[in-house]
């Protein structure tokens, strides 16, 4: 495999906030130069950039709304442009509109599935025509343990994080000859700001379904995918690994 030159560059969708900017955060600490994107959340996208500068990093911030897929295509081909390639695409952003499967509206379908799927494709799609000329790419997509479990008012969620392990697998086989690995990362129940509004009664359940006894953190997230994106990493593909605590074995 074709070594790429130093600082490897990373792109991480979503990075303003959450997993994303954990994940950002530990590539740049692993020596990365980051480009951090955003949706809608500019100013959180800029405080991660400049964090990563404040720690003697690298780190550029890129907007685009990635409910359009041709948005995303754009986006890699731009931070290609400005900071000169691509060696490693995270697909981490992601929505949701939770309802019941016959309250669901067609553009809440749509939109989660654009979103979180379609924008996925766009972006891997712009990034491994440049990885193929370098013979060599990481692209990890965030999937959830719902895709492999299921779970009720999320039909278009599941759907999306399924389709982000399919299409995982099927990118890996199609370029792992040139030197393209990719893999799926499915993260259980985190930490984050909507199981921060949940009650302790129910914080507690989630925690008696968890082996390990406890919500994951970001930085449990966070540590695989860097892993993921090292040459450590060289020979793991076409995988989906569960960041779960046990919930659902794989």
Do not use: C
Not at 79 to 94: E, T, Y
Not at 142 to 166: C, D, E, R
């Amino acid at each position: 495999m074709t070594q790429p030159s130093t600082p490897q560059i990373a792109l991480v969708t979503g990075s303003s906030r959450g997993l994303g900017r954990a994940m950002a955060l530990k590539l740049a600490q692993d020596g990365f130069a980051l480009a951090i994107h955003y949706g809608k959340s500019q100013a959180e996208a800029q405080k991660v950039a400049a964090e990563i500068l404040a720690a003697g990093g690298q780190a550029q911030v890129f907007g685009a709304d990635l409910s359009q897929p041709a948005r995303a295509s754009e986006l890699v081909e731009q931070v290609i442009k400005d900071m000169g390639g691509l060696h490693v695409l995270v697909n981490n952003a992601g929505i949701t509109r939770d309802t019941l499967a016959v309250r669901m509206r067609d553009e809440d379908w749509d939109a989660v599935i654009q979103t979180n799927l379609s924008s996925a494709f766009a972006a891997s799609r712009s990034a491994i025509k440049h990885m193929m000329r370098a013979r060599y790419g990481r692209i990890i997509n965030i999937s959830s343990v719902v895709a492999l479990m299921g779970n009720p008012g999320q039909a278009n969620y599941v759907a999306s994080k399924a389709g982000l392990i399919g299409l995982s697998k099927a990118l890996a086989k199609e370029y792992g000859a040139r030197g393209i690995t990719v893999n799926a990362v499915a993260p259980g129940f985190i930490a984050s700001d909507m199981t921060d509004k949940l009650t302790d009664e129910q914080k507690r359940a989630y925690e008696q379904a968890i082996p390990l006894g406890r919500l994951g953190t970001p930085e449990d997230v966070a540590a695989l995918v860097a892993f993921l994106a090292s040459e450590a990493a060289g020979y793991i593909t076409a995988q989906a690994i569960g960041v779960d605590g046990g919930l659902y074995p794989h």
